[in-house]
Every structure is written in structure tokens, then in C-alpha cells.
């Protein structure tokens, strides 16, 4: 059974950084290694928006985040990261973890810039 294990979210100012954490704790390690990953997020009254993906040696960004985030893979640990600088307002949403071909979502990391 598929359980992600979400945190790292808060309140940032703008400008500041947040880190966000997603473990695979029941996923074993062969295909953790070999999946393809990333962070999907959903602002209030908006559309999910694919902000980052990383398959093998490969990462791709939204462009509202390139340049500011960052998306790393440790396959020892089973977990992804999500290092986001720049932080801006409309970064504002709920921050889910992502596995491609999993239909499962877990309770997802609230991220809130503000002053």
C-alpha cells in the first residue's frame, strides 16, 4: 500500500526558503530507484500545477518555479526534496508528492508566504 510521508511546509516570508520532505516508507528500494517523481501543488480555487519532476538524471520545472526550485531524489532514503528560494506569494498552495502511474495522493504539506 502506497503512503507518502509529506512535511517541511510552513509560513516563509517573501524571499525566504522552505525545504519540502516526501518519504516512501513501504516503497521498496528498486522501484523507488526507478520511478519517476515530483510536486505537484494546488492553490485555493486553482487548477494542480506540476511545479517539478525528476525521472533518472532528468529534472523538469514549471516555468513559474525554474530558476527558484529545486527537486533532488535520494534513493537510499527513499525520499524527494523540493528546495524552493524566492520565495514568492503566489508560491501560496498545498505541496503533494507525486509518483508517475501511482493514482494515490497523500495529505499533502501547506506552504504559505506571506509578510
Known amino acids: 500500500q502506497e503512503q507518502y510521508v509529506e512535511s517541511g511546509g510552513g509560513l516563509a516570508q517573501p524571499g525566504g526558503s522552505l525545504r519540502l520532505s516526501c518519504k516512501l516508507p513501504?516503497?521498496?528500494?528498486?522501484?523507488?530507484?526507478?520511478?519517476?517523481m515530483g510536486w505537484y501543488r494546488q492553490a485555493p480555487g486553482k487548477q494542480p500545477e506540476l511545479v517539478a519532476s525528476?525521472?533518472?538524471?532528468?529534472?523538469n520545472y514549471a516555468t513559474s518555479v525554474e530558476g527558484r526550485f529545486t527537486i533532488s531524489k535520494d534513493n537510499t532514503r527513499r525520499t524527494i526534496y523540493l528546495q524552493m528560494n524566492s520565495l514568492k506569494p503566489e508560491d501560496t498552495a498545498v505541496y503533494y508528492c507525486?509518483?508517475?502511474?501511482?493514482?494515490?495522493w497523500g495529505q499533502g504539506t501547506q506552504v504559505t508566504v506571506s509578510s
Open positions: 507525486w509518483r508517475q502511474g501511482i493514482d494515490y
Open positions: 513501504r516503497t521498496i528500494l528498486s522501484v523507488f530507484t526507478s520511478a519517476s
Open positions: 525528476i525521472s533518472g538524471g532528468n529534472t
